[in-house]
């Protein structure tokens, strides 16, 4: 029978760890750089238990402190976990080359994200000289519902769940053409489905246009997607969008089967 003071001593051991992670999930692209008072007001801790924190996340090389300013910020052990984790995805490892054929060929921005509940995470930006402006860096996230990627890796999902994803979202209007309705989504899904691709100007951004396919696994299952950026003008050009939904549908049906996708 476990002591009663071994159980407390886990417990505290527990909500320590539950802290320490709460810290390091205050950084993001929005605020990559903090002061101790800032993550304590977010957080809603008192700051010497949030200094205590950042000094072991310090130590453990996970933060760095830039000693002018006071900021901490991402260490180098982020970025050692992050290539440990990227080394062991095949879907990662299959798409890079892929997706930088496809973004010196037809010289556009190339994309590969994953879902993360109702928002998706890209993992891999190609760009060429001129799609600079496009470039989105690792760890970047877009809601499902309104990014071509996220739509066709709903579309390919069973309606239910991707219903259940479209509810649970932030839905709101990113420019006037967003579609934020649920039931006005689930159509489009329809069609995107029996497309093979999404399609999406004007709504996750204006005077940008996307144009998405699903990566999908042995058992037909979307475990990515990927994509390719370029202007809402160049897509409104019938050859060039018919080139692009081409090369996308190619490069993830290649994609696709070397995870072991076969078409019927």
């Given at each position: 029978?476990?002591h009663?003071?071994?159980?407390?001593?886990?417990?505290?051991?527990?909500?320590?760890?539950?802290?320490?992670?709460a810290?390091?999930?205050t950084?993001?692209?929005?605020?990559?750089?903090?002061?101790?008072?800032?993550?304590?007001a977010?957080?809603?801790?008192?700051?010497?238990?949030?200094?205590?924190?950042l000094?072991?996340?310090?130590?453990?090389g996970?933060?760095?402190?830039?000693?002018?300013?006071?900021c901490?910020y991402?260490?180098?052990?982020?970025?050692s976990?992050?290539?440990?984790?990227l080394?062991?995805?095949?879907?990662?490892r299959?798409?890079?080359?892929?997706?930088?054929?496809?973004?010196?060929r037809?010289?556009?921005?190339?994309h590969m994200?994953i879902?993360?509940?109702?928002?998706?995470?890209?993992?891999i930006?190609?760009?060429?000289?001129?799609?600079?402006?496009?470039?989105?860096?690792?760890?970047?996230?877009q809601p499902?519902?309104?990014?071509a990627?996220?739509?066709?890796?709903?579309?390919?999902?069973?309606?239910?769940?991707?219903?259940?994803?479209?509810?649970?979202?932030?839905?709101?209007?990113?420019?006037?053409d967003t579609?934020?309705?649920?039931?006005?989504?689930?159509?489009?899904?329809?069609?995107?489905?029996?497309?093979?691709i999404?399609?999406?100007?004007?709504?996750l951004?204006?005077?940008?246009g996307s144009v998405?396919?699903?990566?999908?696994?042995?058992?037909?299952?979307p475990?990515?997607?990927?994509?390719?950026?370029?202007?809402?003008?160049?897509?409104?050009?019938?050859?060039?969008?018919?080139?692009?939904?081409?090369?996308i549908?190619i490069t993830?049906?290649?994609?696709s089967?070397?995870?072991?996708?076969y078409?019927?």
């Amino acid at each position: 029978m476990e002591h009663p003071h071994e159980t407390g001593k886990k417990a505290s051991d527990a909500k320590s760890v539950s802290k320490t992670l709460a810290i390091l999930s205050t950084f993001d692209e929005r605020t990559p750089m903090q002061r101790t008072s800032d993550i304590a007001a977010r957080l809603g801790m008192n700051i010497s238990t949030v200094s205590r924190h950042l000094n072991t996340l310090l130590d453990w090389g996970f933060l760095r402190r830039d000693d002018e300013t006071g900021c901490y910020y991402p260490g180098t052990q982020i970025i050692s976990l992050a290539g440990a984790t990227l080394q062991d995805s095949d879907v990662y490892r299959y798409s890079f080359p892929e997706l930088q054929l496809l973004s010196f060929r037809y010289g556009v921005h190339s994309h590969m994200s994953i879902q993360d509940d109702t928002e998706i995470m890209h993992l891999i930006s190609c760009c060429c000289e001129h799609t600079m402006d496009l470039f989105v860096p690792m760890g970047h996230r877009q809601p499902m519902y309104c990014s071509a990627m996220g739509r066709i890796m709903l579309a390919y999902m069973p309606e239910a769940k991707a219903e259940d994803i479209l509810k649970r979202s932030n839905r709101e209007k990113r420019t006037p053409d967003t579609k934020v309705g649920v039931d006005e989504i689930m159509q489009e899904l329809k069609k995107e489905r029996q497309q093979g691709i999404c399609i999406l100007v004007n709504e996750l951004a204006y005077g940008k246009g996307s144009v998405a396919a699903p990566i999908l696994d042995r058992d037909r299952n979307p475990v990515a997607a990927i994509s390719v950026s370029t202007s809402a003008n160049a897509l409104s050009q019938p050859q060039r969008e018919a080139e692009l939904k081409k090369a996308i549908k190619i490069t993830a049906s290649r994609i696709s089967g070397r995870l072991g996708y076969y078409p019927y």
